[in-house]
């Protein structure tokens, strides 16, 4: 079935660094991909998305590439500041299994000043 | 900005008990969904609802769970007879089209501690 994968973390950043997130997906069509964020004692709330192909999503400095020959949707962000420090999940959904949307585990990100 | 609010925040309940966990959607939403995140582990679908039936539903939600749009704001989920390792933390999410592409909207979540 369809799945995602997210790097382990923690990830541990000092205010300014470059982060990465790396996602990868399994998915048998042609999925809508996500990045959620969960602040501490929140919800999770969309970060940003793409719907096919090449399609590059951002919002708040962060942004994402739909890959689809590495079936990837790595997030980045050039320069990370404390307020960032939350849980990062990467989701897709598959239309044609209906609008379930399937989660990766989670990578919590940490940025000190 | 409109929010998806879900109370109780936290609620703690004898094994073997009933429990209803309640969620308002937005309003102009049409399509509404509850997933689970046990402790430590991925965040996992549940059931998705729409036009006052189940429209999708994975493994997880067996004959212990339902839910309900008893008025025209609220969406219920309830456990029947409560299990330890029904502890998780329950989030409801709506949406206002349905679509692989169209994004969900989730509420703060509800701790549910099993004693």
């Known amino acids: 079935g369809d799945s995602v994968t997210q790097m382990e973390g923690p990830v541990t950043l000092s205010e300014e660094a470059f982060l990465t997130i790396n996602c990868t997906y399994t998915a048998t069509g042609y999925p809508s991909l996500f990045w959620y964020v969960q602040y501490p004692g929140e919800g999770l709330q969309l970060l940003l998305k793409?719907?096919?192909?090449?399609d590059k999503g951002s919002n708040k400095g962060f942004e994402a590439t739909y890959r689809k020959e590495t079936t990837s949707f790595h997030l980045e962000k050039g320069s990370v500041q404390v307020s960032d420090s939350a849980v990062y999940f990467c989701a897709l959904s598959e239309g044609r299994s209906g609008t379930a949307l399937i989660f990766g585990k989670g990578t919590t990100l940490s940025v000190s000043s | 900005e409109p929010e998806v609010t879900q109370t109780p925040s936290h609620q703690v309940t004898q094994m073997g008990q009933e429990v209803i966990l309640r969620c308002v959607p937005i309003?102009?939403?049409?399509?509404f969904y509850w997933y689970r995140q046990i402790l430590g582990q991925k965040v996992e679908f549940l059931v998705s609802?729409?036009?006052?039936?189940?429209?999708?539903k994975s493994e997880i939600f067996d004959d212990q769970f339902s839910v309900e749009r008893p008025d025209g704001s609220n969406f219920t989920l309830k456990i029947r007879s409560t299990k330890l390792e029904d502890s998780a933390m329950y989030f409801c999410a709506s949406s206002s089209m349905q679509g692989s592409n169209q994004p969900q909207h989730f509420g703060d979540g509800t701790r549910l501690s099993i004693l």
């Open positions: 309003s102009n939403h049409l399509y």
């Open positions: 609802f729409y036009n006052n039936e189940i429209s999708e």
């Open positions: 793409a719907t096919k192909a090449d």
